[in-house]
């Protein structure tokens, strides 16, 4: 298996990037830097959105919105849709846009679910600023909720209180997971009240991805190890040492078969996958199909395209295209 770089003419994203995605029409594709999303059609800019934050990058699964959560883009009418508050603070029961002297849940990071129906919102205490500014802390500072993305009214409540920090989420058809270091797992269909627990990483996740049919949940975190588990049973199939530095990103092969892996180490690794059910109890490493190092900076987004022939990296700031030989790849 061979990543080959490719050359390309395409108009570029002229400030820096950190996620990247591609459209279900395998031609259009998508780039997020702080403050600006871009779309492209293969080589030409089609829209460029001011949009921030933007914690997560994924078009529906129909193709017809771009999901720079929290925000939403309409693709054929070119518009981007999204609720001022949902880049500033909540409050207990509702988003409110509070200023900025006043103490309030502060977004962390946020999803959009591949449907675009709801928003998963992380959000953490943050004391008020100025003289009469509160700084009371109150007895559950962090929160996971789901969110109506129109309205920002709050669907239900994940989770409320302290000690944690999640960095990571993920949403696909039926699940909900987030994560500091252990991994949380709730139904999208609300009926799960405590969610289950999947334990494997000992430093902080830093991101979270289902494969394509779902049967798989992979992250990456702060050490540079990944780990693969069964999404229905929660049992860990893998954890392995993907990369010498903070493995920031990774991404599902549409065969969901081969998992990509993006480091600060300025590498991408391609990993051919044990399958669900098939370890008989023993965690067998990934095999690793090949690596392309000396990037020239942090990879800080990852996506193939929907044939699997193309990989597309956010690296150093600059959006990467790479060639997929999966000939060799069974």
Avoid: Y
Avoid at 4 to 20: E, F, H, K, L, N
Avoid at 217 to 241: I, P
Avoid at 243 to 259: E, K, M, R, T, Y
């Amino acid at each position: 298996m061979n990543l080959t770089r490719t050359i390309s003419g395409a108009d570029r994203p002229q400030a820096p990037i950190q996620m990247v995605a591609f459209h279900p029409d395998g031609r259009r594709w998508a780039a997020a830097g702080p403050g600006t999303v871009g779309v492209w059609d293969g080589d030409t800019l089609i829209g460029e959105f001011e949009a921030s934050p933007v914690h997560a990058l994924a078009f529906s699964d129909d193709g017809a919105q771009l999901l720079a959560s929290p925000h939403r883009i309409d693709l054929e009418r070119m518009t981007l849709s999204s609720r001022a508050a949902a880049s500033g603070r909540f409050a207990d029961d509702a988003v409110v846009g509070l200023g900025a002297s006043g103490g309030g849940q502060e977004l962390v990071t946020s999803v959009l679910s591949p449907d675009g129906a709801e928003l998963v919102a992380v959000t953490s205490f943050r004391a008020g600023r100025g003289p009469r500014a509160s700084s009371d802390r109150p007895g559950d500072p962090e929160q996971i909720l789901v969110l109506d993305p129109l309205t920002g009214a709050v669907d239900r409540v994940l989770f409320r209180g302290d000690g944690t920090r999640c960095q990571a989420v993920a949403v696909d058809a039926l699940c909900i997971v987030a994560a500091d270091v252990d991994v949380w797992k709730w139904s999208r269909d609300g009926r799960t009240v405590e969610p289950d627990v999947l334990h494997g990483p000992a430093f902080q996740v830093r991101q979270l991805r289902f494969s394509p049919d779902g049967a798989l949940l992979a992250g990456v975190d702060a050490e540079g190890m990944a780990t693969l588990w069964e999404t229905a049973s929660g049992t860990q199939l893998a954890r392995w040492k993907a990369h010498d530095d903070n493995a920031l990103v990774l991404a599902f092969h549409p065969n969901g078969a081969i998992l990509a892996t993006g480091s600060g180490d300025a590498s991408i690794g391609l990993w051919a996958l044990p399958s669900p059910g098939a370890s008989s109890g023993t965690h067998p490493e990934p095999t690793l199909l090949c690596r392309a190092d000396d990037l020239g900076g942090f990879v800080e987004g990852l996506a193939f395209s929907p044939s699997g022939d193309r990989l597309l990296a956010a690296v150093d700031g600059v959006a990467v295209f790479f060639t997929v030989d999966t000939d060799s790849a069974t």
